[in-house]
């Protein structure tokens, strides 16, 4: 496997398109911005095709990164989509964060085409991206895994394989949860450790050197909110959409957390005043006191 497709090069998909060349495979580039994807072309030493067929004409395997499962869906399932154009055999590899129902659904759609199908959502940002240390959630068949093996050695350094077909999705949106819940959490704790005369700046080693500590304390505070960088390259538009959906899955399985539920209505909410294209780590800013939170509409 030699040539590579990458479908959407945006901050996530430019790096990873670098990354693989950077690995030695031939990179063909493909965006719905066309402009977009020529100047990622010239940038980047990869090759850019102007249609999907003539995409897939030119690779054995392809990597989505994509906003959301409505555009990877239609992309699949289109008149002129990957299932209706692509040769038996080709592997897709979605590192789309989706929805695992619309995953799963896809599998069956490309597995009748003989398409092979991994779900690889990732974590660590554009950096990770361009640098090919992604954290990588991976669900699918074992052949197919082994088959796309390559490709995710050289997009992730950390590599964990959940399950089947849709495995990967589900472990990303509650690992996403996980940080949209510590984020609230975090923020409202060091208000009140401001509100006692502690600042947060003076208190978060100590917190990281004791059981409090979280990923958001170790990681989003001292390099994205402290320092106001507010550039970690993940919007609230993509958080938001990433929480709905860790509740969709919740209210499926027939479940009613309070706590999540809640931090799916505080997410929801904020949507009225930090705007979709603002860094995520943002919400550390909204004043939780005067959200509405009883009439927010789900954000997808």
Known sequence: MKAIGVIGLGKMGRGMAASLKRAGFQVTGLDANPELAARVALEEGINAAGTLAQLLADVQAVVLSLPNSAIVRSLVEGEEGIAALAPAGLLLIDTTTADPTVTQALAVVLQARGVRFVDAPVSGGPRGAQSGELTMFIGGA?????????????????????????????????????????????????????????????????????????????????????????????????????????????????????????????????????????????????????????NAIAYG
């Open 142 to 294: 074992p052949a197919d895994l082994s088959a796309a093996e390559p490709v995710l050695s050289a997009l992730g350094t950390k590599r964990y394989v959940i399950g089947q077909v849709g495995a990967g999705d589900i472990a990303k949106l509650i690992n996403n949860l996980l940080v949209a819940s510590h984020l609230l959490t975090a923020s409202e704790a060091f208000k009140i450790a401001e509100a006692a005369g502690v600042n947060t700046a003076q208190l978060i080693e100590a917190v990281n050197a004791g059981s409090g500590r979280s990923g958001v304390t170790l990681y989003n505070y001292p390099s994205r909110i402290l320092n106001k960088g507010f550039d970690s390259g993940f919007t609230m538009q993509l958080m938001r959409k990433d929480v709905r959906l860790a509740i969709d899955m919740m209210a499926q399985a027939g479940l009613a957390l309070p706590i999540s539920s809640e931090v799916g209505a505080v997410w929801a909410a904020s949507a009225a005043s930090i705007d979709d294209a603002e860094d995520f780590n943002r919400i550390v800013e909204l004043d939780t006191n005067n959200v509405d939170t009883k």
